[in-house]
């Protein structure tokens, strides 16, 4: 068809300019401190200026087919690799600040997501972290530098979660000083990792060890998988993709077999446990030091779900004060749809939603970033607790991103149906982290079975780590104060009832025991206790965080007027987490019908605040069109052009007469039936 003039007007929707006029703060102050000062978002916004320049139509891999999807995929990551390569020598030679660390999370270039994210996340990150300075030296750079392309193969297709029943081998051959990989049947065969299918060359690969028949638990093994110049599959390696998903259509997850691989025996990762020529096993000096690499890809899922998710609140917000609809009074004319209240109440919490799980992630990340300090000083004592509230921001972060984004979804109406919107992109990208690298269920399963073990230490007088001494606080003074209306007391209401449903748990696990059930056995009978004291236990943690972060750290850096915002904002995800666990609040304080009918004044009380601010505060964000990649969400707010221009482009728009009338829906309406 011949080339048409753009419906789509160069003004700003009236309604979006009237909301930015109105907003009371600093939309630049805010896009700031979310950016971590002026230089990082200038940076950024140039990074962006750069990279999104002569972009293709960000909905192209709507209408194509798998295989060309991944063909697309791979052509686009390959390309944003070389332009982040000449950006990263062009502002800072030799760092690794753009490339490669903004390839993991690039949307506007990746719209179908890529076969590299796997690679960039946890590859590379688990040679330079747990590879002798050998293995970092022959695999850790070329994979740096993607002159190799790797994965990280740990689930199975019968075992996923529970990784201490993978059934992958890696059998020690003394005459060869070599390593065996097999995979003994079908349920062993890796099943899942990102670019494994038709990408990856290499693979981080997750085993059992065995020496001379004996047992020396899971360890990591970097495996050749195919020719560097062919990509043809080597001798033994089974390979390929596993087929199409719900979302993540670029990222080529694949599976993988072995029949009797053979590596070298020093393709073992060894900076901690190791295997000495010969077969001698050295234990790793923390068995769990395996654990700090799900830490950091859990803060990575923390910050993808959050990402996600305010991404969707920005759509759905601008397009709310776009969408004109339902008088409130009859005689009135047809308001903007986000000054109706129960509108408020689905966009505002969940901006507050991303926010928390922002800042917690945050303060998560500098946790992180402490523990490898102290590891490396030989102190392994925080590491059970990072791994614990890594799980639970995991779970919480996830669980809340795949719930909002798809609320969102519904605050648009029909129109937020269309793949044009791009909230069918988000939505598969956040409900697979709902997913891998540990199963919501499972995770809280064990997060509960921690807090059950630190409460019977409480019972034996042991002192507890500072993330669980909330617990000891509560255990030593099991009576709550009298209510008040501070944000702190919000935060210890959540403590006092994830203390006392830890508590709880303790008791009917304890019981179960007593009465002859294995502790196996009593820990499943008691599993909906467990998970219900972990989930409180991670909200407690993120409230309490949350806190700290917007009344305490670094508030006199900020203005009064953007500080009073994110009080409301913070004021907003403390109330409604409390009315959401309401139930469980009241089963062990004594409030009130006042104190409800407080909480209830209070949540509208906060809606009322942030509405004038709302569409400002996902300008604060700053995302680019490009990223958001959506007719609603666009900083100009000019929605209904853009969804008739994208309809326009579809395919079966580019004939007056669609190739099946002839062929079948002619003659049957000429056919007598």
């Known amino acids: 068809m ?8 160069t003004r700003v929707n009236p309604d979006l300019e009237k909301e930015r006029r109105a907003a009371s703060f600093s939309v630049e102050e805010f896009q700031c401190w979310w950016h971590g000062g002026a230089d ?3 940076e950024k916004r ?6 999104y320049k002569d972009l293709r139509d960000g909905h192209l891999h709507d209408y194509l087919s798998h295989e060309d999807l991944y063909h697309l995929a791979v052509k686009d990551v390959t390309e944003a690799s070389v332009k982040l390569r000449k950006l990263q020598k062009l502002r800072n030679p030799g760092g690794d600040n753009i490339w490669p660390k903004k390839l993991y999370n690039l949307p506007a270039l990746l719209p179908a997501h890529h076969p590299f994210a796997t690679h960039i996340t946890m590859f590379v990150d688990v040679i330079y972290s747990q590879g002798t300075p050998e293995q970092i030296e022959k695999f850790g750079k070329p994979a740096a530098n993607c002159n190799i392309i790797g994965t990280y193969a740990q689930t199975e297709i019968g075992h996923g979660t529970n990784v201490r029943g993978i059934e992958t081998r890696a059998d020690y051959d003394r005459a060869t000083d070599e390593f065996v990989l097999h995979t003994p049947n079908l349920q062993a065969y890796k099943w899942w990792p990102g670019g494994l299918g038709h990408t990856a060359n290499h693979a981080m690969v997750v085993a059992q060890l065995y020496i001379d028949g004996k047992h020396h638990g899971i360890q ?12 043809m599959p080597l001798p033994g390696v089974d390979i390929g993709e596993i087929g199409k998903k719900l979302g993540m259509a670029g990222v080529n997850q694949g599976f993988l077999g072995f029949k009797r691989v053979r590596i070298p025996r020093t393709n073992m990762l060894m900076r901690n446990a190791k295997v000495l020529p010969g077969g001698k096993f050295v234990q790793s000096p923390a068995s769990r030091l395996n654990y700090m690499t799900m830490v950091f890809t859990r803060c990575l899922i923390v910050n993808l779900s959050y990402d996600c998710l305010l991404q969707a609140a920005t759509i759905a917000t601008r397009y709310s004060a776009v969408r004109r609809q339902s008088p409130i009074n009859s005689s009135d004319p047809e308001p903007q749809i986000i000054d109706h209240v129960t509108q408020q109440q689905k966009l505002f919490p969940e901006i507050a939603n991303g926010i928390a799980y922002r800042i917690t992630g945050q303060h998560m990340w500098e946790l992180y970033e402490l523990t490898l300090k102290e590891i490396a000083n030989g102190d392994y004592t925080r590491m059970a607790d990072m791994h614990i509230v890594a799980c639970a921001l995991k779970v919480l972060s996830t669980t809340d991103g795949s719930f909002g984004v798809e609320r969102l979804r519904l605050a648009c109406g029909g129109h937020g149906y269309l793949t044009s919107t791009n909230f069918s992109t988000l939505y598969g990208n956040v409900i697979a982290a709902y997913t891998y690298e540990g199963e919501n269920t499972v995770l809280l399963l064990q997060i509960g079975r921690y807090l059950v073990k630190t409460w019977t230490q409480l019972t034996q007088g042991k002192k507890m780590s500072p993330l669980a001494a909330y617990l000891a606080e509560i255990y030593d003074k099991p009576e709550i104060a009298a209510w008040n209306d501070s944000r702190s007391y919000l935060v210890k209401l959540l403590q006092f009832t994830a203390a006392n449903k830890t508590r709880l748990a303790f008791e009917n696990l304890t019981n ?23 989930e409180l236990h991670g909200r407690q943690f993120v409230a309490s965080a949350f806190l700290e972060q917007i009344t305490v750290a670094k508030k006199n850096q900020r203005s009064v007027a953007l500080n009073s915002v994110l009080e409301n904002i913070l004021e907003l995800y403390l109330v409604q987490t409390v009315l959401r666990h309401m139930n469980d609040i009241l089963r062990f304080t004594p409030i009130s019908d006042a104190n409800l009918r407080s909480l209830q004044n209070r949540l509208e009380l906060s809606l009322k605040k942030l509405r004038p601010d709302a569409v400002a505060i996902c300008d604060g964000f700053d995302y680019h069109d490009r990223v958001l990649n959506s007719t609603l969400g666009c900083y100009d707010g000019n929605v209904y052009e853009r969804l008739f221009e994208a309809a326009k482009k579809s395919p079966l728009n580019q004939k007056p007469v669609p190739d099946s009338f002839e062929k079948y829906l002619k003659p049957f309406l000429k056919s007598n039936l």
Do not use: C
Not at 2 to 9: D, E, R, Y
Not at 46 to 51: A, D, F, N, R, S
Not at 220 to 231: A, N, P, S
């Open 40 to 42: 990082k978002l200038n």
């Open 2 to 9: 011949p080339a048409t003039t753009s419906l789509i007007p």
């Open 220 to 231: 990591m093994f970097i495996v050749q998988l195919r020719d560097l110049e062919t990509h």
């Open 46 to 51: 140039e990074i962006e200026t750069y990279l």
């Open 512 to 534: 179960r025991v007593n009465g002859g059930q294995t502790l196996e056995e009593a820990s499943n009978n008691t599993g909906i206790e467990l998970t219900q004291a972990a």
